[in-house]
T-cell receptor, first 118, second 107 residues
């Protein structure tokens, strides 16, 4: 059973950088696609981007200028950095595993709420 | 971006009812469509992908159909554990996008 766990600060100040890490409890991070997806409170889901184990990335064009996703296969982790955050970036952030072409998300972390506020 | 429009946004139903949720894409998406179930405070759960392929472990009362721009999720006999919010999700092009959700409530 694959398990994913997000970690990182729950509060970030406006204009600063949001940083989250997802730890994958399997030795198979060197396969599949690994995504970040967010959900503002009471709203729908937004795909942020993914990384393939090889390190290649694809980002949502709406966030591309502010997003970096990286992978650390030796520690079974991948990470999200989102720069210049505003209140609009307040959301529950999920990490997820994607199969097929990377966009079918079969395993998800429990999610972590990140609030952007001074 | 391709816009996904679900209907209805919410519905009330009873245990045993047949429930149908519709998702319309703003352009044809060639069956690149998945359905997720989300319960309060939990991560979404993949139910179906490729419009009609049931994810492993998902009960057979869930089914999907459709083509082109119009897709449907059907629950053949609603069970107590099915009361939740359902999202459609296209992955035909980047970025993949989600519908706004349909909340299934107890009547």
């Amino acid at each position: 059973q694959v398990q994913l766990q997000e970690s990182g600060p729950g509060l970030v100040k406006p204009s600063e950088t949001l940083s989250l890490t997802c730890t994958v409890s399997t030795d198979l991070i060197d396969s599949y696609y690994w995504s970040w997806i967010r959900q503002p409170p009471g709203k729908g889901l937004e795909w942020i981007g993914y990384i393939y184990y090889s390190g290649s990335t694809t980002y949502n064009p709406s966030l591309k200028s502010r997003v970096t996703i990286s992978v650390d296969t030796s520690n079974n982790q991948f990470s999200l950095r989102l720069t210049s955050v505003t209140a609009a970036d307040t959301a529950v952030y999920y990490c997820a595993r994607g199969f097929g072409d990377g966009y079918n998300f079969d395993y998800w972390g429990q999610g972590t709420l990140v609030t952007v506020s001074s | 971006d391709i816009q996904m429009t679900q209907s209805p946004s919410s519905l009330s139903a009873s245990v045993g009812d047949r429930v149908t949720i519709t998702c319309r894409a703003s352009q044809a998406i060639s069956n690149s469509l998945a359905w997720y179930q989300q319960k309060a405070g939990k991560a979404p759960k993949l139910l179906l992908y490729a419009a009609s392929r049931l994810e492993s472990g998902v009960p057979s009362r869930f089914s999907g159909s459709g083509s082109g721009t119009d897709y449907t999720l059907t629950i053949s006999s609603l069970q107590p554990e099915d009361f939740a919010t359902y999202f459609c999700h296209h992955y035909y092009s980047t970025p993949p996008t989600f519908g706004q959700g349909t909340t299934v409530e107890i009547k």
